[in-house]
């Protein structure tokens, strides 16, 4: 069974900082890796979706990695912003493509 | 624009009451799920659908049930059985391969 551990679980920075947030997993036989974000009482907005052939993702200051052979996708924030302050996670498809999803990081970016 | 749609955005319940949480969306996806949000907590899979008029029961199903009767709607009900259905529930669907979109979620509140 495929297990997701984010680390860290909080993280508290000042803005302006370059920040880089893991996402680990047991089972390298994936198919795709995906990003979100979810703002206090909000849905999950999907971030970045990187396929399992691909080593990474852009979009605007995020940059996503996949390393399968390790077992690790790493969400790199570029100049951070107190709007970047949210709860991020990572999901994989599993069996029957169910969503395995990992606790998240809570960042919080502080002016 | 394709999304989708979950209403009402609040609910409130009353002890005994069977209510039901709406979900459409417009992506043509075949795939849809519902999860459970609590504070501190990650998400949790109540039912999910791969295809029409077939769904299958996630980790917490009891006290819930859904249908699908339409490619585009999965609605969920929460019913008198669940003893604590305060809670955050969102929806989610996607292609076979994943790919996940969600809504902005239903705050459940029993009074």
């Known amino acids: 069974k495929q297990e997701v551990t984010q680390i860290p679980a909080a993280l508290s920075v000042p803005e302006g900082e370059n920040l880089v947030l893991n996402c680990s997993f047991t089972d390298s036989a994936i198919y795709n890796l995906q990003w979100f974000r979810q703002d206090p009482g909000k849905g999950l907005t999907s971030l970045l979706l990187?396929?399992?052939?691909?080593r990474e993702q852009t979009s605007g200051r995020l940059n996503a990695s996949l390393d399968k052979s390790s077992g690790r996708s790493t969400l790199y924030i570029a100049a951070s912003q107190p709007g970047d302050s949210a709860t991020y996670l990572c999901?994989?498809?599993?069996?029957?493509?169910?969503?395995?999803f990992g606790r998240g990081t809570s960042l919080i970016v502080h002016p | 624009d394709g999304g989708i749609t979950q209403s009402p955005k609040y609910l409130f319940r009353k002890e005994g009451q069977n209510v039901t949480l709406s979900c459409e969306q417009n992506?043509?996806?075949?795939?849809m799920y519902w999860y459970r949000q609590d504070p501190g907590q990650g998400l949790r899979l109540i039912y999910y659908?791969?295809?029409?008029?077939?769904?299958q029961k996630g980790d917490i199903a009891e006290g819930y049930s859904v249908s699908r009767e339409k490619k585009e709607s999965f609605p969920l009900t929460v019913t008198s059985a669940q003893k604590n259905p305060t809670a955050f529930y969102l929806c989610a669907s996607s292609r076979q391969s994943g790919d996940y979109t969600f809504g902005s979620g239903t705050r459940l509140t029993v009074v």
């Open positions: 659908s791969q295809i029409v008029n077939d769904f």
């Open positions: 992506l043509n996806h075949d795939a």
């Open positions: 999901a994989i498809p599993g069996g029957s493509y169910i969503p395995t």
């Open positions: 990187i396929q399992s052939s691909q």
